[in-house]
């Protein structure tokens, strides 16, 4: 089969809910991956920032192989004892709490969502404030929490309860927090809203407010958790502790999984009934997700991720000296925007056409995130294919 096969079947079958690349993958490790045609490629994107530790990590390959042998599926009516080892896993690189188990980022954001809801029901409290470029998932909560219009459009009514203030604006947040106010969620570095990154002082302050007002401080750490940004969690590089984290993509390895870890008195909020998840934690991806963390151990891949996100920087701010049209570079380790002053989409498909794959994000911004096994020759390639497309 050819990859114009199996376009054809997409085109027959499958919804158009996505603008895909005419590429089709038949096998990848590491940073490199093979389309079907055996053209290979060099992926500093992998996987939307699901595949942290490099595509088909030998560790994840060959714990879910163990595990298939023995038990894919329990319902979480009984126990598993996988995912209690990944929820005590969790909380040992985190902060003492308790974990929830879903599949997805989105998923794991609503569970966020509805514990910081039921945490301020008796008080009247049910208003979620978060900021303008979010993005929290694709569900009619998280679309409506996102603080970006393109994502809601024609999918009115959307639910109430939820306020958008500027990111980094700690002014107008504390203007918009009210006696309705049950939680404050936000990312640290915006990735789909182009790489921005908030301010420590900034976090201090909403920290405080939190506090002050008796609100949950809600962290989304899926894109940017499992030691992207050279700590094993975002929040790790602030001196701030949140009250709920959620994470995705790359605990998985490669696997959907969803998690939401809550601190203190958050973590006894929610009680049978008040929220479930069918294939949250279930031991196939309970024990991927295992060999995740033992991998960022084993292999000092949080050292790793934050020298080469150093090397990798230095080496695009060489390019940012040479080319005028690269405004800016914004970096924690290994999260990664290049803002030009060109369209993005143009030097995208550029990189493309030479076999590295990167992301473009609001119009103008190169998302660079390659896996935190990163090697210094992957970078000098990378930044080779960059400087030539750049050059014209």
Known sequence: MKSKD???????????????????????????VTDIDGKKYLDFFPGWAVSGIGHCHPGVQ????????????????????LQGMLAKKIISHSFPGK??????????????????????????????????????????AMITA?????????????????????????????KAVNAKTAGIMLELIQCEG?????????????RRLCDKKGIVFIIDEVQTGMGRTGKMFCYQNYAVKPDVITLAKAIGGGLPIGVMVARGKFRDVLKPGTHASTFGGGPLVAGAALSVFEAIEHDRLLKNAERKGKYL?????????????????????????????????????KCLE????????????????????????????AIKI???????
């Open 6 to 32: 199996v376009t054809k079947l997409y085109d027959k079958y499958v919804m158009k809910t996505y603008t895909r690349v005419p590429l089709v993958f038949e096998k990848a490790r590491g940073a490199d």
């Open 62 to 81: 060959k714990a879910v192989s163990r595990q298939v042998k023995k038990l894919i599926h329990v319902s979480n009516n009984y126990y598993s004892a």
């Open 99 to 140: 974990v929830f188990f879903a599949n997805s980022g989105a998923e794991a954001n609503e569970a966020a969502v509805k514990l910081a809801r039921l945490y301020g029901h008796e008080k009247g409290k049910y208003e979620i404030i978060t900021m303008k470029k979010s993005f929290h998932g694709r569900t009619l």
């Open 146 to 174: 996102t603080g970006q219009d393109k994502v809601k459009k024609g999918f009115s009514p959307l639910p109430a309860g939820f306020k958008h203030v500027p990111f980094n604006d700690y002014k107008a947040l504390a």
């Open 194 to 206: 182009g790489i921005n990154i908030a301010s420590k002082e900034y976090i201090r302050k909403v």
């Open 313 to 349: 920087v230095a080496k695009l701010l060489g390019l940012k000296r040479k080319y005028p049209s690269i405004k800016e570079v914004r970096a924690v380790a290994l999260t990664i925007g290049v803002e030009l002053s060109i369209k993005g989409d143009d030097i995208y498909k």
């Open 354 to 381: 030479k076999r590295l794959l990167i992301n473009c994000t609001q119009g103008n911004v190169l998302r660079i995130m390659p896996p935190i096994t990163v090697t210094r020759n992957e970078i000098d390639r």
């Open 386 to 392: 960059l400087d030539e497309v750049l050059h014209g």
